[in-house]
């Protein structure tokens, strides 16, 4: 019996090249900003249109700035590679949702949300983090500049088919540990390597009970374990997420779809190239203390000590710990912070704000916190004014900014200064990343609600 990325992947082939890489097929193709101008370049000097045109959808998020979205972008790179986007898609006859659209907001959170990533797809983006959409039940992973302009010409594009993985984690998640815990939970396991040339399946008890977002969220870090990409067989939470969404099928189309869709699982005799087992029991909320995602711990455990990191690694702790000012053996819990962000294409959806707003409601945002809470998209920001969660955060001390990457990365206006402590719902805290000289702590939203009213890293469930 195949394992369900063996029937996604065989279903897509075109041709297998002998020796070679697969030609494969491509459902769908998202386009931002910063990876597609050189791959509209292309296509113009060979003289090609896109092939499937319908099949690709462009919407800048990157360098968008996250408020006065409806004034000219006062940066002048950010400017121009958000116009080039806008022109590109015109001249090509792309789908194009551009700032202040009701369409726009960060294309891993939109993609889903409009039911543009179904079940069964080949999904690509000149990305990292397409693996967010594999939790729809796809395959998806990110692609180069050069295999953007493949796939607009196309329609296909040449991989060699990586290994399968099967990461189960079964039980039941405590107080306060959220599907991030778990995704940092098995970085921290698995190292920023240890998944690397793999597709990675999740399966188990926990996976089974999250909800959409909490899915989403464990797939987008697939990717900070080295893995090609992460899914999840689609089920019944699937199915009630895409039921009625823009571009789901509708009426008899849709039973088709679901009839076909419930074939989409990996049988009982699959078998996979590497499997792995975890204990919900043995997670709890989990924060990072270095300068890659592999570098986690749990919130009330000390940084490792110099004799428990193996020679190859001790350089690279000691210089990511000096980054960081932190100690071996240190316990980060009261330790002061400066930033508090959430959002990101991890952690910008609706049930993110939600837990956010449970955990603020009634207490005050903590003086020495600035506070960056960015919604994924516009209709991320609509669901916060409908359910009133816009009014706990403002009599929380909180502003809600507009949609966009905003400070998972350093591409627009919103940068952490130089030293400073940021705790970040994002995806990655390389040195740099959130700005020169920033100092990123990954968390889920529940620890950065703890942080921003008290000031320091706080256990969140002492609040709950």
Known sequence: MNTLFDKIWDKHVVQIVEDGPTQLYIDRLYCHEVTS?????????????????DHIFCMPDHNTPTHDQDKPIEDPVSRKQVDTLK????????????????????IHVVGPEKGLSLPGMTIVCGDSHTSTHGAMGAV?????????????ASQCILQQKPKSMRISINGILGKGVTAKDVALYLMSKLTTSGATGYFVEYAGDVVKSMTMEGRLTLCNLSIEMG????????????????????YAPKGAEWDKAVEYWKTLYSGDDAVFDKELAFDAADIQPMITYGTNPGMGMGITESIPELNDIDEA?????????????????QKLLGHAIDYV???????GRIEDFRAFASLVKGKKKADNVTAWLVPGSWTVDKQIKEEGIDKILTDAGFEIRQPGCSACLAMNDDKIPAGK?????????????????????????????AAAVMGVITDPRTLM
Do not use: W
């Open 37 to 53: 101008p050189q791959a509209f370049d292309g296509m113009r000097k060979r003289g090609l249109k896109c092939f499937r045109p």
């Open 87 to 106: 022109r590109n898609a015109e001249e090509f006859g792309l789908t194009h949702y551009g700032m202040m659209s009701k369409d726009n907001g960060i």
């Open 140 to 152: 998806a992973f990110g692609i180069g500049t050069s295999e953007v302009e493949m796939v607009m």
């Open 227 to 246: 893995a090609r990409g992460g899914f999840i067989a689609p089920d019944e939470t699937t199915f009630e997420y895409l039921k009625g969404r823009e």
């Open 313 to 329: 690694g001790k350089a690279s702790f000691v210089k990511s710990l000096d980054y960081m000012g932190f100690d071996p053996g």
């Open 341 to 347: 962000f959430l959002g990101a294409c991890t952690n």
């Open 421 to 449: 402590y940021s705790v970040s719902t994002s995806n990655r805290n390389f040195e740099g990343r959130q700005g020169p000289g920033a100092r990123t702590i990954l968390a889920s939203p529940l620890v950065a609600a």
